[in-house]
């Protein structure tokens, strides 16, 4: 009894450290990347307070993306290596680093609300905890099985980066807990075995993650039916320098009416808004509001062989591209400004990433 309850002691013990461990980014945060809340006195021009969102948000929808950019820099690696060549702490410091420089700035923009930090901290939390489980098994068990297959990848290998690729496609315009997990378990399972090793270490590794997460999945998406349901999935602009007919070619736009000599639009938010507002700058368009507010926030990449010109000044943080060369800059701008930057820097890479909505 003596010995059990030693070990229970430990375990609770050890418990509690990973529990304090993952909760002290969010600590750090709330305690020193806040400012005084300030916001500078904005009339929306768009009239339907439903399509109003907190100007804050356009900072702090990074760090959601943050977690995609990861998946992209992780299929990246897996193109010519494996899971272990992946960088899974700088990935986690980007995330925790680039959340405290943008809290700071959101509150410059009238802060966050609490159900948005709290947003921010669990996903932080969940992505943290997963990427430490993945760096210790696969800098361990995973990058044991990867030496003695050698360089060939096996089938199994094969899926898991085809998954790779395909899942960080698919967060860029939908829910994580969407995703068919069950499709990539069975591709997993049907995959020849050419190595009884590394085949069958990788059918348990991934096949047990992607389970976990099919379960995970439905649980949020259960929680997410049950609260206030999924979020809004199309946000209004207003435009102008352009006549409604010109609008209504661009795919996936719809012209809402005619706002004060100017056009209000309707589109589909997350990557498909990025790619209409660079067509609508392409036109000779400009951009004068987006979702009643006049401030918001881009990405753009850069290589260190590549450099680009023509970017606002307000640069908010540079985050290291985990699988890639170069870095991700975070730059602030009005709302009135977008078209011009849309325009002189291309929709690649190096170049513009992402207009960040609210």
């Known amino acids: 009894m003596r010995a059990a309850w030693s070990l229970l002691k430990w375990s609770l013990a050890a418990v509690l450290l990973v529990i304090l461990l993952l909760l002290s980014p969010v600590a750090y945060i709330e305690a020193f990347c806040h400012d005084d809340r300030t916001e500078e006195p904005y009339t929306p021009l768009i009239k339907d307070a439903a399509f109003y969102r907190r100007e804050a948000n356009t900072f702090l929808t990074y760090p959601e993306w943050h977690i995609v950019y990861a998946y992209d820099g992780l299929a990246q690696t897996l193109k ?14 980007g995330f925790w680093t680039s959340a405290c420089a943008l809290t700071k700035v959101a509150d410059a923009h009238g802060g966050a609300d609490s159900a948005t930090r709290m947003t921010i901290h669990t996903i932080g939390v969940s992505f943290t905890l997963e990427m430490a489980l993945k760096a210790a098994y696969e800098e361990t068990i995973g990058r044991l099985t990867a030496m ?11 899926v898991a980066a085809g998954m790779a690729v395909d899942y960080a496609e698919f967060l860029r315009q939908t829910p994580w807990y969407k995703y068919p997990f069950e499709s990539q378990i069975r591709k997993l399972e049907e995959a020849p075995q050419t190595d009884p090793v590394r085949g069958w270490e990788r059918r348990f590794a991934l096949g047990t993650e992607w389970w976990a997460k099919t379960l995970y999945a439905g649980m949020i998406a259960n929680a997410v039916a049950g609260t206030t349901g999924a979020a809004q999935l199309e946000i209004r602009s207003v435009v102008s320098g352009l006549d409604p007919s010109e609008l209504t070619n661009i795919p996936g736009l ?3 009416g005619e706002n004060g000599g100017d056009v209000e639009i309707q589109t589909p938010r997350y990557d498909l808004f990025t790619k209409i507002l660079v067509a609508i700058a392409q036109k000779g368009g400009a951009i004068r509001e987006i979702a009643g507010n006049d401030d918001i926030m881009v990405s753009v990449t850069e290589k260190p062989d590549q450099p680009l010109t023509g970017l606002p000044s307000t640069v908010i943080a540079r985050v290291r591209r985990d699988g890639f060369d170069g870095s991700r800059l975070l730059v602030a ?4 400004e977008l078209a011009n930057l849309l325009r002189n820097v291309p929709l690649a890479d190096p170049g513009v990433e992402h207009v960040f909505d609210y």
Do not use: C, H, M
């Open 148 to 158: 003695l297959r050698g360089e060939k990848k096996t089938p199994q290998d094969q």
């Open 254 to 256: 719809k012209v809402i």
């Open 333 to 336: 701008l009005k709302v009135n």
């Open 80 to 93: 010519t290596g494996d899971e272990y060549a992946f960088d899974y702490v700088s990935s986690v410091k």
